[in-house]
């Protein structure tokens, strides 16, 4: 290797390195005074259809090499940091950490926010209801294993919003002590995890061995790190963050296993130009109320993209999103007609990555 040409490099990194802090330093000047005006004007600090603005505007100017995927990372992650600057704000999220959930509430609102572990769905939203957090974060479907229902029950139930999806592909690891796998005599997991890795076990003759379902994969993760011959179901992180070898990663039987996620919090967000809705729909006991319901749709231009029916205390409710924001021109109308059989959970900028 040419020292040189090495020392050379590395000399113009650490000026660009100085020039970058300056302008992020000069930018957070910028935030703070958002964060000063916002503070008098009551309005919300995390503006994630301003979020993807800047971003969508980055990646048309950007001839780089950054693609999308870095840009955002990379303008995410100052985001949080701006935010933080502007207001902390807890997030708090269905642990314990490590967990799939914490995994999507770290992904958006970055390294330095304070998170609170919750553990369960129920808590979460009475956390952000009693104001002790901002923004909770919650499972809402599963590919393999459809909607959460405790999630649907906690919208019906509280007058919170969503305010942002968050889509991960979801991928299980095999992780344990023991260096052969005949020699494992119970499996850690939760009951969906161990459904979603069906075909796994059965390859290696571990369907037969005891299956002890417990709340959440990473604390199977913790009781297999501490117990010989027992193994977890578990996410990578969990298995990493209780020492645990993992012996299988990518276990799962379907490759685009994903879950959806929903941040919640107490306002509305504006129209980005590419939100979806998420309203809960208590039909009325008449024939042809859905298929009214589901014409006028149809006749707005409204795209549904998801339609799924839920049962509440006996009465059954319809879960639905559709392209658009309740704000829209086409969207209002409806929502105004229907307003006694609707409740809207929130418009919010549309995730890439879809389930
Ligand atoms: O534009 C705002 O409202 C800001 O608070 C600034 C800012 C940013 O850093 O650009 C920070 C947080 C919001 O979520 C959106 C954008």
Not at 324 to 328: A, C, F, L, M
């Given at each position: 290797m040419n020292e040189h040409g090495l020392l050379d490099l590395r000399n113009k990194l650490d000026s660009i390195d100085e020039e970058l802090l300056k302008l992020i330093n000069e930018r957070m000047e910028v935030v703070h005074q958002v964060g000063v005006l916002k503070a008098k004007?009551?309005?919300?600090?995390?503006?994630p259809e301003r979020e993807k603005e800047i971003i969508d505007r980055l990646e048309t100017m950007n001839s780089g090499k950054l693609n999308r995927a870095a840009i955002e990372a990379l303008f995410l992650e100052i985001f949080a940091i701006s935010r933080n600057l502007e207001l902390p704000e807890n997030v708090a999220y269905?642990?314990?950490?490590?967990?799939f959930t914490h995994q999507a509430a770290e992904g958006r609102f970055g390294a330095m926010s304070s998170y609170v572990s919750i553990a369960s769905i129920n808590g979460i939203f009475r956390e952000v209801d009693t104001k002790k957090a901002k923004f909770g974060v919650v499972p809402i479907e599963?590919?393999?294993?459809?909607?959460v229902t405790d999630t649907i029950n906690c919208l019906n139930k509280?007058?919170?919003?969503?305010?942002a999806e968050v889509v991960l592909d979801i991928h299980h690891t095999f992780a344990s002590?023991?260096?052969?796998?005949?020699?494992?005599k119970r499996i850690y997991s939760k009951d969906i995890a161990f459904e979603q890795c069906r075909k796994f076990l059965a390859n290696f003759g571990l369907d037969e061995v005891e299956q002890i379902p417990i709340e959440s994969t990473t604390k199977a993760a913790k009781l297999a790190a501490k117990e010989p011959f027992s193994a977890a179901i578990c996410p990578h992180v969990g298995a990493k963050l209780n020492n645990l070898p993992i012996?299988?990663?990518?276990?799962?039987?379907?490759?685009?296993?994903k879950t959806r996620f929903f941040i919640i919090s107490d306002f509305e967000n504006a129209q980005s130009g590419n939100d979806k809705t998420s309203i809960l729909v208590e039909f009325p006991d008449r024939q042809g109320a859905l298929v009214e319901f589901l014409t006028d749709f149809n006749n707005s231009g409204i795209n549904l993209t998801k339609i799924k029916s839920h049962i509440v205390h006996g009465n059954s409710i319809f879960f639905i999103d559709f392209d658009?924001?309740?704000?829209?021109e086409n969207v209002k109308g409806i929502l105004e007609k229907h307003k006694d059989t609707i409740k809207v959970l929130g418009s919010y900028v549309k995730e890439i990555n879809d389930i």
């Open positions: 004007s009551g309005g919300a600090i995390y503006r269905l642990g314990p950490e490590g967990s599963n590919s393999s294993n459809g909607i509280y007058n919170l919003k969503i305010i002590t023991c260096d052969k796998v005949q020699d494992i012996l299988f990663e990518n276990i799962e039987d379907k490759d685009n296993n658009g924001h309740k704000d829209d």
